[in-house]
């Protein structure tokens, strides 16, 4: 079955730090690979997303490049800020049906 | 544009009595999720609709829990009895449809605990 594995948390940095979220997955076929973003009371936010090969997603600062080989989607950001700190997971779904796969999800605290 | 809603967004009840969620998805999304999200791990799909049918129900718990989506909208979970493993977060999504790269719009779930 797909599966999603995390980097073990949690992450704390301090302002203007780079961050790597490491993620690596098991599925078969052509997952497309997501990452969510859970702040502190809400709910989870869709952050950036890759639906084939090489291809990369990008929002607010944080990249994820799609490496088949490796099957990794790492999270990266060159300079974290503290409205950063939040809970970050990896997920996938296969091209055939979309039930999300999550990671267990990393807890990031970045302070000032 | 509103987002998916939910209700309670807590509950505290006592071991085997019922409780019941309610999520209503942003207009016009044809897929509806319910996801159990435990302490300290990620969100793990419980049932899936297709406008009223449920088409992905295999980890739902169905001596317990039950699910509905009446004419394709809005959505109840119901768990009955409730036991003290049910405490979790409950999560509702939806999307336009069930395309793997879809984008599916969560909900801030419903926090449950069991005494």
């Known amino acids: 079955g797909n599966s999603v594995t995390q980097m073990e948390g949690p992450v704390t940095l301090s302002e203007e730090a780079f961050l790597t979220i490491n993620c690596t997955y098991t599925?078969?076929?052509?997952?497309?690979l997501f990452w969510y973003v859970q702040y502190p009371g809400e709910g989870l936010q869709l952050l950036l997303k890759?639906?084939?090969?090489?291809d990369k997603g990008s929002n607010k600062g944080f990249e994820a490049t799609y490496r088949k080989e490796t099957t990794s989607f790492h999270l990266e950001k060159g300079s974290v800020q503290v409205s950063d700190s939040a809970v970050y997971f990896c997920?996938?779904?296969?091209?055939?049906?979309?039930?999300?796969?999550f990671g267990e999800g990393t807890q990031l605290t970045v302070n000032p | 544009e509103a987002g998916v809603v939910q209700s309670p967004r807590y509950k505290i009840i006592e071991k085997k009595q019922p409780v019941a969620f309610w999520c209503n998805p942003i207009?016009?999304?044809?897929?509806l999720y319910w996801y159990l999200q435990n302490l300290g791990q990620g969100p793990e799909l419980l049932i899936r609709?297709?406008?009223?049918?449920?088409?992905?129900d295999s980890q739902l718990p169905k001596d317990r829990f039950s699910a509905e989506r009446l004419k394709g909208v809005d959505s109840t979970l119901k768990i009955q009895p409730a036991e003290l493993g049910d405490s979790a977060v409950y999560l509702c999504?939806?999307?336009?449809?069930?395309?793997?790269?879809?984008?599916?719009?969560f909900g801030p779930g419903t926090r449950l605990t069991v005494l």
């Open positions: 999504a939806s999307s336009l449809d069930a395309g793997g790269h879809n984008e599916q719009f």
């Open positions: 599925a078969t076929g052509y997952p497309s």
């Open positions: 890759a639906t084939k090969a090489d």
């Open positions: 997920a996938l779904t296969q091209t055939s049906g979309s039930r999300l796969t």
């Open positions: 207009s016009g999304h044809n897929t």
């Open positions: 609709y297709e406008n009223e049918e449920a088409v992905d």
